[in-house]
């Protein structure tokens, strides 16, 4: 279906009063979270049929569907990361010029990538921030694209088209705002709330996700919840993590729940401190459905909630390691594992390369040094400015640095030998990782080049097969917290590496194997920066 994208013009401006609600000025975000892990939100729609009136919804696509299933007149997407704002200003864009979902899809395949940068480039308004914002569609394309597709076999404004033609509408109208937010914040939510008592609208929906995990209800949130302008019908939509809640069919985490706006308020005029004091209500008397609703039904304990695991179960700092001369565990895997793979001359010298002085853990934020390759500062995925691009765990980013050079320069020298130009051009042009994050953002346009479906004979089969072996070598995880150990990852990341080398020795004999050398060397002087930048800062380096 050929993309037809128009020029937003008065039709289709931010409606007159929500065009001027600030963003709040929040903390840079090393990690996004572009797409939902939640899986059952239908379990929500018989709480919400329409009920008309403003949504104010949290996170990526759940909000889409929610809007339209309730027929809210205005949705109010709001997120502390701005990545996330970014996303939803590109889909605001994209549903104001699809008429339907069919054109949606098209518009994120690969083939169209160059033509939605184009026409996204004119719609939205000039500057800095439209040019993130491209930036951002151009590193998460694919990963909408699969959750789009994904969304096609869901209850979602994908999948059924009577949805999508309200949230089109909507777009149309410029009844779909996006701002980066705290729902503590002083800024953003009050402004909200003023323009939409300007307008004699109350907000029916309030699609929090696990939002509340993250902050108290003291302050600036009850301040908020209570400045919003709801009635008797108003909702609260929420998601726990607790594995003593039952959870629906087919969702791996999560127990969905409903509460009256007025009854979580009454809560935290009672004295509620934060979430875990509901979840604490809930559990006094365990709902049996993986969707349950906290009401005046639901005793209110009126005593403290359990400690919060997010605050309480943080890992110990770092025990100081002052030795000299040691090495990463990363880099002498990828070492050992290429080696292994080359031929017997590229082997000793990729053997030669010293390693000592490149271990780095868990040592506090530290400054990044200049890319070796552009000899610029780098600019991390979550960066929202010029500022010196800082990490808080090294090890993951010489992860992340060694994948982008596999991605963007080993493997594209394998596609081109074996005849797959246009892949290799691809990958070449993909946007860069220089963070963990960006790093699984940059596997998903690699596994564009490389789907299991994608067969091919002789050197093309070699080149594929490289291909999926380095999607091994990072894989997302759905929280920071799940992110497995060095030893856990050793021999699946040492595998995929060995796959690697052993493409490049019969592809690329020579130049493609001297590529791999540079790979390390690289490394390994970004591994001794970051050992030193620690060292000057008083945090502590040890092994990775």
Not at 480 to 495: H, I, Q
Request: some cysteine.
């Amino acid at each position: 279906m050929a993309l037809a994208l128009v020029c937003l013009g008065p039709a289709t401006a931010l409606a007159q009063g929500f065009a001027h609600v600030p963003d709040e000025p929040v903390p840079r975000q090393s990690e996004h979270f572009p797409v939902t892990n939640e899986a059952r939100h239908d379990v929500f729609f018989p709480a919400i049929a329409r009920l008309g009136g403003a949504m104010l919804g949290v996170g990526f696509d759940p909000s889409y569907t929610l809007a339209a299933e309730s027929g809210a007149e205005l949705l109010a997407l709001v997120d502390y990361d701005r990545v996330v704002v970014r996303l939803h200003r590109v889909m605001i864009a994209l549903l104001a010029a699809c008429g339907d979902a069919g054109c949606l899809r098209a518009s994120l395949e690969p083939e169209a990538e160059a033509r939605t940068v184009e026409r996204l480039a004119r719609t939205l308004p000039s500057g800095w921030e439209s040019e993130r914002t491209v930036r951002a569609f151009r590193v998460h394309r694919p990963l909408l694209r699969r959750r789009v597709t994904e969304l096609a076999e869901l209850p979602s404004f994908v999948s059924e088209p009577a949805a999508y033609t309200h949230l089109h509408d909507l777009a149309r109208r410029g009844r779909i705002v996006a701002r980066v937010a705290d729902l503590r914040g002083p800024r953003t939510l009050p402004a909200l709330a003023r323009e939409a008592r300007r307008e004699g609208l109350v907000f029916r929906v309030l699609y929090l996700s696990n939002a509340e995990e993250y902050f108290g209800y003291e302050g600036g949130f009850a301040r908020n919840l209570a400045a919003l302008p709801t009635d008797e019908r108003s909702v609260v939509l929420r998601t726990f993590r607790d594995h003593r809640l039952p959870r629906p069919t087919d969702e791996h985490a999560w127990h969905y729940n409903v509460q009256p706006v007025s009854d979580l308020r009454a809560r935290i005029a009672a004295g509620y401190a934060d979430s875990s004091w509901l979840l604490r209500d809930l559990l006094a008397r365990p709902p049996r459905e993986g969707a349950s609703r906290l009401d005046a039904d639901v005793a209110a304990l009126g005593q403290a909630g359990p400690q919060r695991w997010w605050l309480s179960d943080r890992p110990d700092a770092p025990r100081a390691d002052r030795r000299d001369g040691v090495q990463s565990r990363l880099l002498l895997l990828y070492q050992r594992a290429i080696a292994r793979g080359l031929s017997a001359a590229s082997s000793r010298a990729m053997r030669r390369v010293d390693l000592s002085d490149t271990g780095v853990a868990r040592v506090g934020a530290v400054t990044l040094p200049d890319d070796p390759r552009t000899h610029a500062p780098y600019a991390l995925s979550g960066a929202a400015g010029p500022d010196d691009a800082s990490v808080d765990e090294p090890e993951w980013v010489l992860t992340a640095m060694m994948f982008d050079a596999l991605a963007r320069d080993a493997l594209p020298r394998l596609f081109e030998r074996a005849g797959l130009a246009e892949d290799a051009a691809r990958l070449r042009h993909a946007p860069a990782a220089n963070d963990l994050y960006a790093a699984y953002r940059l596997r998903e346009h690699v596994l564009e080049r490389c789907p299991a479906s994608r067969r091919g004979r002789g050197d093309e089969a070699t080149a594929l097969r490289a291909c999926r072996a380095l999607t091994r070598v990072v894989q997302p995880v759905s929280t920071t917290r799940s992110r497995p150990s060095f030893d856990d990852r050793r021999a699946r990341v040492g595998a995929a590496l060995r796959t690697i080398a052993g493409a490049t020795r019969r592809l690329a004999p020579g130049q493609g194997e001297g590529e791999l050398l540079a790979i390390l060397r690289r490394l390994a002087t970004l591994g001794r920066e970051l050992r030193s930048a620690a060292q000057r800062s008083g945090a502590s380096p040890s092994d990775t």
